[in-house]
């Protein structure tokens, strides 16, 4: 017998206590970068295909339950797996890809297309500006100043002595006298640069006489909105991450897969794999009911110091997207601009049947008149150049009015696809008295948010995205039902009203350094 009472079998090893050694602690378990474990999972489930559970992922790589699900989440976030929910309560892993990336390639096409159209605009930008200032600016002083050289020719034109004409010098002098004006008035960088605002504006400070704002925009940046239309506002990459955040904070640390669709309005598909990769970054845990409803719980987010109850955003359908103005500009600006381009347009088609070449202009500037110039030449400068840009710029505003209903209609699918999503989420899992959701309801939802009735299959199509099934005990008419996202609702209630305040608190203050 030993000291403890055991009994020792005859010639076994003494136990540890019994030689004076401390008995063995356990420490506590070392979790594996995320990383390293989806790495080792990837060798593991290579060529492995259909669902598989932790347990499943655990045994065939050797990894701990824990270090298993943090890297199952990171591979589900990479490579757009997908997360299912038994009614046992376990989560299920299907990668649809494998380990690959199929969609890569296309991405990186679509990126480097993307970037060469944003290069390419940008050049075309530049070209613009630059043109602006040469075509609608300089290219009309040159074409003014032909024609005062040409009423000084024709005064002058009973006196043959080219080399003393007061008439040409003149004629210079008011052509540099008009560029000089036109130049300080259009020069983007000028310091007098005209913005084309209404004159009772210009003695009230920043604002006009009627308290309506001062138009500072720039000339050159209206033409630029004429030829390209408006700027569009830079996006917020992170915008769906916040949402998503203030929709966490809002709903009691507890949220779901709808929740998620009715705030960035990204499908179920694009939503899946965004939030395992929230979990990742935000601390955030699964949880699944008993039915196999799938609740995302971020108890860490919760937390702080204001006392006032986090606000909801506000859903995706609630702000209509419209398609933006074709210039932005005023018309008598439009007018403008039109004027300016269609007169170096009429003019490049004078110059070309009047053969003004560099040199028949440096005739013309001397004094020759218009009817004794040579018919020979191409005029280049002043007519092919002039005509080919005037065009093209005539064609970019024109090209984008003609594409204007493509667009149009792209809008409309979008809204008519988001009001299908109110008409659901605000359906599913709602109290006794609501209507139900039929097809017709949907179809009406569409049409009222596009302006436009759907076709058969785009409602389909979305419904079958959102997981819908048709309800073949319903009566009269088609019917959908929804059993993940019903189970997801009750699932979420069930959590947020078991949810406690104190996961909000950040605490009591128990040190500060400027005490």
């Known amino acids: ?60 790589s050797g990894l701990p339950l824990r270090d298993a699900e943090s890297g199952l989440h990171l591979l589900v976030s990479e490579h757009r797996g997908h997360l299912k929910a038994t009614s046992e309560g376990e989560l299920l892993f299907r990668f649809p890809y494998g380990f690959t990336k199929p969609w890569e390639t296309r991405t990186r096409l679509t990126r480097a297309l993307q970037a060469v159209l944003r290069a390419a605009a940008g050049v075309a930008r530049f070209v613009v500006r630059a043109w602006i200032a040469i075509v609608l600016i300089a290219y009309v002083v040159i074409f003014v100043g032909i024609l005062i050289a040409q009423l000084f020719a024709r005064s002058n034109s009973d006196s043959r002595n080219h080399d003393d004409v007061p008439g040409s010098f003149a004629g210079y002098f008011l052509f540099r006298l008009v560029l000089d004006a036109i130049f300080w008035t259009f020069h983007p960088f000028s310091p007098f640069v005209w913005t084309a605002e209404p004159a009772w504006s210009s003695s009230y400070g920043h604002r006009g006489a009627l308290g309506q704002r001062r138009d500072e925009t720039p000339f050159y940046e209206k033409v630029n909105r004429f030829f390209f239309g408006p700027t569009p506002a830079p996006r917020d990459p992170l915008e769906a991450e916040k949402l998503i955040l203030a929709e966490i904070r809002a709903q009691r640390g507890r949220i779901g897969l709808a929740d998620v669709m009715r705030v960035t309005g990204l499908s179920r598909d694009e939503a899946d794999p965004l939030m395992a990769r929230l979990m990742l970054d935000y601390d955030g845990t699964v949880d699944v009911s008993e039915e196999g409803g799938i609740v995302y719980q971020f108890e860490a987010i919760r937390r702080t110091t204001g006392e006032a109850p986090a606000r909801a955003p506000a859903p995706v359908w609630a702000k209509r997207e419209e398609l933006p103005p074709l210039t932005g500009n005023g018309p008598g600006m439009n007018a403008l601009i039109v004027a300016l381009n269609g007169f170096n347009l009429l003019m490049s088609l004078y110059a070309l049947g009047a053969h003004l070449t560099l040199d028949n202009l440096g005739l013309l500037a001397q004094g020759v008149p218009m009817a004794e110039l040579p018919a020979t030449g191409t005029a280049v400068a002043l007519g092919v150049v002039p005509l080919v840009f005037s065009l093209a710029l005539f064609a ?28 659901i989420l605000t359906r599913v899992g709602a109290r006794q008295g609501r209507e139900p959701i039929t097809e017709a309801v949907l179809q009406r939802a569409w049409q009222e948010a596009a302006g436009e009735p759907p076709r058969s299959e785009e409602i389909t199509r979305e419904v079958v995205a959102l997981g819908g099934d048709v309800d073949l005990e319903a009566g009269e008419g088609i019917r959908y039902r929804f059993p993940d996202l019903e189970t997801e609702a009750k699932a979420l209630e069930a959590e947020r009203e078991a949810a406690s305040e104190e996961e909000a608190r950040a605490g009591k203050v128990i040190f500060s350094s400027d005490a």
Request: overall charge positive.
């Open 396 to 423: 970019l505003p024109l090209g984008r009015a003609l594409l204007r209903p493509l667009k149009q209609r792209r809008l409309a699918r979008r809204n008519g696809r988001r009001a299908v999503l109110r008409a």
């Open 1 to 60: 017998m030993d000291e403890r009472g055991d009994a020792v079998p005859t010639g076994a090893a003494a136990p540890p206590w019994n030689k004076g050694e401390r008995p063995l602690t356990l420490k506590s378990p070392k979790l594996m970068e995320a990383r390293r474990a989806a790495g080792i999972l990837k060798s593991a489930l290579r060529g492995h295909t259909g669902d598989l559970t932790l347990a499943d992922a655990s045994a065939k």
